[in-house]
């Protein structure tokens, strides 16, 4: 049975927000979060979850919807540099560390990479895992897995929003949590 509504409503750090409901797979649908472009939410998130955060060195997100907010999270703890773990290895990469997502969102098997000069910098610091959206883990579970092969130390997860059963997870800090719609 498919939803009977087409939309989501959800209070994120005071700002409401309708999500479009969107069939992901022949019997689930999800609450479609897309942080890109939204200015105001952005800013108001990033002050909310900058309060529940431990003290870390950097800041690393997937390539690319996780960029605003780790980017302004960066700003208000006064970091000069984040890191985004890009989607493809690139022609300027040097000896890049590479692993391998499936998530819930591109439905297919991606890699995450770092340059071997970003992974220098990330060794021995106490690194911040930062998505927009926590869903099945898979993204979190790759970027934790790239942190730990460049010698970082993985010092917190968090995201935005968490959907679904990960709201339930312990070991993740998030703002809101919103459902998986399964027919």
């Known amino acids: 049975m498919k939803p009977d509504r087409k939309t989501y409503e959800i209070n994120i750090a005071g700002l409401l927000r309708e999500l479009p409901i969107v069939q992901v797979t ?102 911040l895992i930062v998505d927009d959206v926590i869903s099945t883990g898979e993204s979190l579970k790759a970027m934790e897995a790239l942190v730990k092969k460049a010698g970082g130390i993985v010092a917190g997860k968090a995201a935005i929003l968490a959907e679904g059963d990960a709201a339930k997870r312990e070991d993740i800090i998030f703002l809101e949590s919103f459902p998986v719609f399964k027919f």
């Open 26 to 127: 022949d019997n689930m649908a999800i609450a479609s979060f897309v942080l890109l472009g939204d200015c105001q939410l952005v800013l108001k998130a990033a002050a909310e979850l900058k309060q529940r955060l431990p003290e870390v060195d950097y800041l690393i997100t997937a390539e690319a919807k996780g960029i605003p907010l780790v980017q302004e999270l960066a700003r208000l703890f006064g970091m000069d540099r984040y890191f985004v773990a890009r989607k493809s290895i690139k022609p300027y990469m040097v000896n890049p560390f590479v692993t391998e997502v499936y998530s819930i969102t591109t439905q297919k098997k991606q890699i995450l990479c770092l340059d071997e000069a970003e992974a220098k910098l990330i060794k021995g610091k106490r690194i």
